[in-house]
């Protein structure tokens, strides 16, 4: 039987869960429409397993900067914002949705993401830090600056996976409307493996994947294709 979280005002932090230090398991539960986040902690490991986050005024789950956090088979929906992990985070996504909320997922630290969905939120997938990304899809994401799909300035390994239909349409100026797909800036590194870059859209430069960046770009049976532009500069 599903608990459920009713909704609270929160102080600070995590309306509806604050955890402090310690272990948190969430199980077979519902944590929505709380004010601020359904779950933040300064220090912990928390797991979550079955569970869905739905109608938090700000991001769904937002992990500690010394803790681990494993998502399992859960469904983060409509939220203020997605996931956000910290600088030296553990992160693990498995089997699990990240869906039209106010953003997607935002990692700095060390990603593991696996066999789930980013779709449709204001942005993907931001990686700052060490990610693979594996027998998942990325799509219908659009931002507001670059990277629809991804945004990446770290160590990012995509494997057997699809961004599709994401879009960076505001070529205004500045980093904004390059990567529909992918962006990959900074020191970014990308090594893209036996996936699908498809359908993507950028404003001004690489519907599918703009590198910009001193890193570099790998990329191995791979598939690029029907990724558009409105405008290039060259």
């Known amino acids: ?28 539960s519902t944590i929505r429409n709380n004010a601020r ?23 769904a789950i937002v992990s500690s900067s010394t803790g681990r956090t494993s998502i399992f088979r859960t469904i983060v929906r409509n939220n203020g914002g997605g996931v956000f992990s910290q600088q030296g985070e553990s992160l693990s996504i498995d089997s699990s949705i990240i869906s039209d909320n106010g953003s997607g997922i935002y990692a700095p630290g060390t990603t593991t993401i696996t066999k789930s969905v980013i ?14 990304i594996n027998d998942s899809t990325i799509s219908n994401c659009v931002t507001g600056s670059s990277g629809g799909g991804i945004y990446n300035t770290g160590w990012l390994n995509l494997i057997n996976s699809t961004v599709s239909g994401n879009s960076a349409p505001n070529g ?39 590198h910009n960046s001193s890193g570099t770009v790998t990329i191995r049976n791979s598939i690029f294709s029907g990724n558009t532009v409105s405008f290039s500069p060259m």
């Open 37 to 59: 986040q359904g779950v933040s902690g300064s220090s912990h490991a928390l797991t979550i397993v079955d569970s869905t986050f739905t109608g938090n005024s700000s991001t």
């Open 119 to 132: 779709n449709n939120n204001p942005g993907g997938v931001h990686n700052s830090g060490t990610m693979t």
């Open 172 to 210: 205004g100026g500045g980093t904004n409307g390059f990567g529909g797909g992918i962006y990959n800036t900074f020191d970014g590194r990308l090594i893209v493996t036996n996936s699908t870059i498809a359908n993507n859209y950028a404003a001004r430069t690489g519907g599918g994947l703009t």
């Open 1 to 28: 039987e599903s608990n459920s979280v009713p909704s609270s005002p929160g102080i600070g932090g995590g309306g509806g869960i604050y955890l402090a230090g310690g272990i948190l398991n969430v199980t077979n």
